[in-house]
T-cell receptor, first 117, second 111 residues
């Protein structure tokens, strides 16, 4: 396994359009996270899955955002009716989960850079 | 509250040591991480330390933790031009699910 992968790497869309991003975690990792990173800032937590269950959503995740992980493997993040303020890097991370450091450590994908015109 | 703070910029000469500093707020058991991000790329985990440790060394990297002051530092020995990147300090509660990141320190290495 080569790590967390994300697709597409770049997306340019017009305001009001819907976009969907995909994340494939490291295969044995049952925890999956989505973060958003804007210019000059660190990543901000959006949501978290334990297997297929979405266990936590940040208040940053408005009703226009939805994430799924239907089979507990890959995940999708959809943004409906995009706004210019949605322009950011969307990062996915995965971990095995547990109470030891190596299990809790989150490994990040390369991100999807979204530009809303 | 949850907050991780870092200085925004650091400039060093090639071959010198770099020290990047971070303060965090959560005093409970936690993991503290250093990630590196190169332009246009995702975050690469460099090292981590648990909050009951004072120091961790990994090749050119040394992490120092002052629990009393909630201060974390990353020292990069013999800094190279390839070390130029943004370095993020992050904390995560044991058993928790989200990692809280600082805004990142941009390291410039002058040849």
């Amino acid at each position: 396994d080569t790590g967390v992968s994300q697709d597409p790497r770049h997306k340019i869309t017009k305001r009001g359009q819907n976009v969907t991003f995909r994340c494939d975690p490291i295969s044995e990792h049952n925890r999956l996270y989505w973060y958003r990173q804007t210019l000059g800032q660190g990543p901000e937590f959006l949501t978290y899955f334990q297997n297929e269950a979405q266990l936590e959503k940040s208040r940053l995740l408005s009703d226009r955002f939805s994430a799924e992980r239907p089979k507990g493997s890959f995940s999708t993040l959809e943004i409906q009716r995009t706004e210019q303020g949605d322009s950011a890097m969307y990062l996915c991370a995965s971990s095995t989960g547990g109470h030891r450091a190596e299990k809790e450590t989150q490994y990040f994908g390369p991100g999807t850079r979204l530009l809303v015109l | 509250g949850e907050d991780v703070e870092q200085s925004l910029f650091l400039s060093v000469r090639e071959g010198d040591s770099s020290v990047i500093n971070c303060t965090y707020t959560d005093s409970s058991s936690t993991y503290l991480y250093w990630y590196k991000q190169e332009p246009g790329a995702g975050l690469q985990l460099l090292t981590y330390i648990f909050s009951n440790m004072d120091m961790k060394q990994d090749q050119r990297l040394t992490v120092l933790l002052n629990k009393k002051d909630k201060h974390l530092s990353l020292r990069i020995a013999d800094t190279q031009t390839g070390d130029s990147a943004i370095y993020f300090c992050a904390e995560k509660k044991t058993g928790g699910f989200k990692t809280i990141f600082g805004a990142g320190t941009r390291l410039f290495v002058k040849a």
